[in-house]
């Protein structure tokens, strides 16, 4: 692999550098890495683990009709049915 050399890097943009570096135990040079993958959404070697695992882009999507729906089926499938836990 190539080697890259950066020069004249924003003090800000170090400390957070360092600080990712601390936070999960790795070189500076990986969490370099990390970083710019991260920014590219390039993965490296967990390129079957998506970027995001969670929901935060759907938060806020649904209209006000849409969530009422949804808070019915839910309502309805928490629904306990007694003959069952006798």
Same mark, same amino acid.
């Given at each position: 692999m190539k080697a890259v050399t950066l020069r004249n890097l924003p003090p800000?943009?170090?400390? #957070? #550098?360092?600080? =990712? +570096?601390?936070?999960?135990? +790795?070189? &500076?040079?990986? +969490?370099? #890495?990390?970083?710019?993958?991260?920014? &590219?959404?390039?993965?490296?070697? =967990?390129?079957?683990?998506?970027?995001?695992? %969670?929901? %935060?882009?759907?938060?806020? +999507?649904w209209t006000k009709k849409e969530a009422a729906a949804f808070d019915r089926a839910l309502a309805r499938q928490r629904a306990i049915e007694p003959d069952i836990w006798k």
């Open positions: 800000e943009l170090v400390r #957070i #550098i360092h600080r =990712k +570096a601390t936070e999960k135990r +790795a070189s &500076v040079n990986k +969490a370099v #890495i990390s970083l710019l993958e991260e920014s &590219v959404g390039v993965r490296g070697k =967990k390129k079957n683990k998506p970027l995001h695992h %969670d929901l %935060d882009a759907l938060a806020g +999507a």
